[in-house]
Each structure stands twice: as structure tokens, then as C-alpha cells.
């Protein structure tokens, strides 16, 4: 107990501690129900071919439906999903639904597009993570080569661990594209010698691209080496129609961002896109 209500504010610091120790306990408990209580949904944005503006695929990104602060953000449970290890059974549910969701359009008919599913360091290092996906194809129907799991570059750091799942991963026929490109901090050599399909450009290097020369020639290499390697690569974040020119000019080929749509609910991408 402090005594003083010094000047020295520890005990305003404490209490500050105090009620942000609670707040993250008051959080854990309200994600497990959340949980049991299946809360979560996945909102969808389209990914764009630059040259037609059609769509060639959707990015699934989980939201959280909660019954008092309405459909909250990623950032706002993700880290503490994590944290707690709650993020295991998150991203089964989210990985089944996103496939799920997927069959079930291609079998009304909409086009056969691919859907793009974000992955922690915890479900991809977890032992059963191809057995998981293996379980998911087989129980929703979904053809492996229409599912993608995006990834961070940070996954590399640890190249014996990584290659050796991302080749069982590449066997069954799905496609890895690594997420916010360019942020990291790993040496480029894994780009070689791993299965990975495609870069996918920080929206960071996107932003002022239009006006920052330094962005121009980083974005500009990023491409041309992913066309060197045989790699795909789609830029994330595009917001205005000078990006988009810019982007299309150095010959990048997908783009996804709010230029073009926010993420979805399922109801509307399907009246949008799929089925307009
Ligand atoms: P991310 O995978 O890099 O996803 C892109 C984020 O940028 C999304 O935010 C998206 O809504 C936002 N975005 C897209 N276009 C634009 C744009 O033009 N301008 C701006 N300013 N933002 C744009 P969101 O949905 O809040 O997701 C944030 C992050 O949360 C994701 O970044 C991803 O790392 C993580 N996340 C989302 N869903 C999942 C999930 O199911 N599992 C895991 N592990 N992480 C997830
Ligand atoms: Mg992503
Ligand atoms: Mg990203
Ligand atoms: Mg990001």
C-alpha cells in the first residue's frame, strides 16, 4: 500500500498499473466468452486485378461482434488473443469459416475465387497446423489451391522450422504470400529457397507513394524482384486512384484497399462482387 499521496505519484502510477492489469483480466475473461459464446465474424475485402478491376480473391479479417461495444477491431483482442493462447482456438474457428464461406459461394456459382487467411507465429508454429488445414479442406470442401494463408516476414527469422511447414503446406496445394512485406527484419535469402507464392507490399510503403520518391523506388524493387523470383505480388492499402496509376506503371498487378472496397460482411461482398 502506498501511503502518501505524494507528489512523487507512485501512487497514481500504481493505480494506473493496477486498473490496466485489470482491464486485460476483465478482457481475457470476456474473449473465452466471447469464445463460447461465438461472438466473432470475418468481414471480407476484395483483392483486385489492377488491369480489369476484377476480383480475384478476398482477404478474410476477423471482427469482433461484442454485445455492448459493437463490431470491435483485430488490434483491439488480437494481441491479448495472443498473449493468452486464446488465439489457438480464434483462428481454427476463423480458418474453418473463412473455407467454409468460400466452398459455399464457389457452389452457388460465384467466380472461383481464393480466399487469403492471416496467420499467427503461435498456429504456425503449433505441431498440428497441417493436419488442421488437411481437417478444414476435407470437412468444407474447399480445393487447397483456393485457400492462402498470409504470413509475416518475422516467421523466416526461423528458417529450419519454417521451411520444413511450409513445405508440407506447399504439398497440399495451398499458397503462402508473405504478409506486410518489407517491415521485417529477416535477410531476403529465404526467398529462394522457400514455397512461398507471393509479397504482398506494407501499406506503410504505399501511403505516400505518390509524392515520396524514396517509397516510388522501394515499391518499384520490391516488384521487379517478385517477378524475377516467379513470385506474385499485390500491394495492400491502396487508398487513391494515384496510387493505383503508379502501381500499375510498375507493372503491379493486384492490389487490394479501400480505393476500392472496405472490408465486407460475407452479405455484402456477395451482393457487390459475387453475385451483383
Ligand atoms: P493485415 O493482415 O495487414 O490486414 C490489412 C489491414 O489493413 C486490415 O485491418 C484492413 O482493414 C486494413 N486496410 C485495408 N485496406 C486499407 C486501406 O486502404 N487503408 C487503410 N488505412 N487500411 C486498410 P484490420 O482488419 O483492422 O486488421 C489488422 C490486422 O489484424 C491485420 O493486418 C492482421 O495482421 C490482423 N488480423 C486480422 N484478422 C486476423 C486473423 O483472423 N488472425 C490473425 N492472427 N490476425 C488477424
Ligand atoms: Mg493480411
Ligand atoms: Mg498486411
Ligand atoms: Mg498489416
Not at 483485430?74 to 488465439?87: H, K, N, R, S, W
Not at 522450422?161 to 499458397?175: D, M, P, Q, W
Request: hydrophobic share 40%; charged share 25%; aromatic share 8%.
Amino acid at each position: 500500500e502506498v501511503k502518501k499521496n505524494g507528489k512523487n505519484g507512485y501512487q497514481f502510477f500504481s493505480c494506473e498499473l493496477n486498473a490496466q492489469v485489470e482491464q486485460r483480466v476483465e478482457l481475457e475473461a470476456d474473449l473465452r466468452r466471447a469464445l463460447e459464446r461465438g461472438e466473432f465474424l470475418l468481414h471480407y475485402q476484395p483483392q483486385i486485378r489492377a488491369d480489369d478491376e476484377s476480383i480475384i480473391g478476398v482477404e478474410a479479417l476477423v471482427r469482433w461482434n461484442h454485445p455492448t461495444k459493437g463490431i470491435l477491431p483485430p488490434g483491439m483482442f488480437v494481441p491479448v488473443a495472443e498473449d493468452t493462447g486464446l488465439i489457438m482456438e480464434l483462428e481454427s474457428r476463423v480458418l474453418y469459416e473463412a473455407c467454409r464461406q468460400m466452398q459455399s459461394w464457389h457452389e452457388s456459382g460465384a467466380p472461383l475465387i481464393s480466399v487469403a487467411v492471416n496467420l499467427s507465429s503461435h498456429q504456425f508454429y503449433h505441431s498440428s497446423l497441417t493436419q488442421q488445414i488437411k481437417d478444414v479442406i476435407e470437412q468444407t470442401g474447399l480445393e487447397a489451391k483456393y485457400l492462402e494463408l498470409e504470413i509475416t516476414e518475422s516467421l523466416m527469422m526461423n528458417p529450419e522450422v519454417s521451411s520444413t511447414v511450409l513445405k508440407e503446406l506447399a504439398n497440399l496445394g495451398i499458397r503462402i504470400s508473405l504478409d506486410d512485406f518489407g517491415t521485417g527484419y529477416s535477410s531476403l535469402s529465404y526467398l529462394k529457397k522457400l514455397p512461398i507464392n507471393k509479397l504482398k507490399i506494407d501499406r506503410s510503403f504505399i501511403q505516400d507513394i505518390a509524392h515520396n520518391d524514396s517509397d516510388k523506388a522501394i515499391v518499384a524493387s520490391i516488384i521487379d524482384m517478385a517477378h524475377h523470383l516467379n513470385l506474385n505480388v499485390i500491394a495492400e492499402g491502396i487508398e487513391t486512384k494515384d496510387q493505383l496509376e503508379i502501381l500499375s506503371q510498375h507493372n503491379c498487378r493486384e492490389v487490394q484497399g479501400y480505393y476500392f472496397s472496405r472490408p465486407l460482411p460475407a452479405s455484402e461482398l456477395e451482393r457487390v462482387y459475387l453475385h451483383p
